[in-house]
């Protein structure tokens, strides 16, 4: 396991999760805020219909790069860092043995890596 992309991708579901995002119903502004929170910089009109917050720079890059790998890595991202319980559990619902659920977080997490580095020189050159 790569800890740097764990790392990154723990964050990321955090992020889809909810957690360090800021609020978007009216009630969460409230609580979050203590009171009647700050208006929006954002257009006006603009909205967020499925009510999910905004992502960080971070979460979105991952975001980003997990739709450019194969299904199975990125069904295994949303499988093993988006929903809770034990691996055991997870690789069994997945069809996989232990070992090979480990297998390939392995190489999910090359992978990611590998399109994080790649986007990164893209950006550098322009």
């Known amino acids: 396991m790569i800890k740097a992309m764990d790392e990154l991708l723990q964050h990321w579901a955090d992020q889809h999760r909810g957690q360090g995002m800021r609020q978007c119903s009216p009630l969460g502004q409230l609580v979050e805020f203590g009171g009647i929170p700050p208006r929006s910089s954002s257009p006006k009109g603009s909205r967020d219909p499925l009510n999910l917050g905004e992502m960080d720079d971070a979460a979105w890059q991952v975001e980003q790069a997990l739709q450019q790998l194969e299904d199975k890595h990125q069904v295994l ?30 190489s999910l997490h090359e992978a ?5 580095r790649a986007d990164h ?4 050159r322009a």
Request: aromatic fraction near 12%; charge should be positive; charged fraction near 35%.
């Open 112 to 116: 990611l890596l590998g399109v994080l």
């Open 77 to 106: 991202a949303h499988e093993h860092y988006r929903w809770n319980g034990y691996s055991d559990e997870k690789a069994r619902r997945l069809g996989l043995a232990r070992q090979t659920y480990y297998d390939r977080l392995q």
């Open 121 to 124: 020189r893209k950006a550098r």
